[in-house]
């Protein structure tokens, strides 16, 4: 059932308990609730991202938004969510697009066949941090921003 009808006190304790980064209780005790109103999309989609559940989160959101567009916090959380999302899509496509470049193809380097060693000038340490972090770029991870 859906409608616009606030009963203010489960939402002040659903957004207590995200206040106080307890998502998941949060998130629980939200699904127990009948009546789903804009709010109760709102603080669903809230509780559901910071758990993990980032499409269930974002299609709540847009549902918040959509059922009270002039509400400035729907709009302000679904624009954050838009940007952080594209932001990272973007950084990891260009990232990943510059190291399998830089490689020849390549985008995993432990002194394989495709890359060269740094050879004896480059302390062990190094080369193994290197390493390390090569290989988790490739699942889309930096372990070295700067590299």
Known sequence: MYSNTYNNENFIKARLLIDNSDFEKAYQFLKNMKD???LWYYLNGISAMNIG???E??????????????????????????????????RSYRYNRRRHNDLGGCCCCCCDDCCCCLGDDCCEDCMKLWCLDSCCECFGGDIVGCC
């Open 53 to 55: 559940y980032y499409e």
């Open 57 to 90: 989160g974002e299609e709540s959101i847009k549902k918040a938004n959509t059922m009270e567009p002039e509400n400035k916090e729907y709009k302000d959380a679904l624009d954050s969510f838009n940007f952080y999302r594209d932001d990272y899509r973007d």
């Open 36 to 38: 789903k109103c804009a």
